[in-house]
């Protein structure tokens, strides 16, 4: 990796805890998921431009793959919380 790519994917997330067998119980730690996945799956667009723009189209088009990857993950943690919410539920029932 180059040292565009590097700056541009090197920031922690802090949104979830480093432990990768946590356990998602709440609608919140839905969310959390998510947001970690979105940012990144930025993380990996930048990465790709950065790489893109140093002509280095094989490290472009892996953060590519790998950043939609992260978005796909992301939208399904966002469904998992959008349908686990009590509250859309009564979004839902009432006809909004």
Do not use: C, K
Request: cysteine-free.
């Amino acid at each position: 990796m180059n040292q565009h790519t590097d700056t541009a994917f090197g920031a922690d997330d802090a949104f979830l805890p480093q432990d990768t067998d946590v356990d998602f119980e709440s609608v919140g730690d839905h969310h959390r998921a998510a947001a970690h996945h979105f940012a990144a799956a930025a993380r990996h667009h930048l990465a790709a431009a950065a790489a893109d723009d140093e002509g280095d189209t094989e490290t472009a088009d892996r953060h590519s793959f790998l950043a939609y990857r992260q978005r796909l993950n992301g939208v399904q943690y966002a469904e998992i919380a959008v349908m686990d919410s009590e509250s859309a539920e009564d979004v839902i029932e009432s006809g909004l």
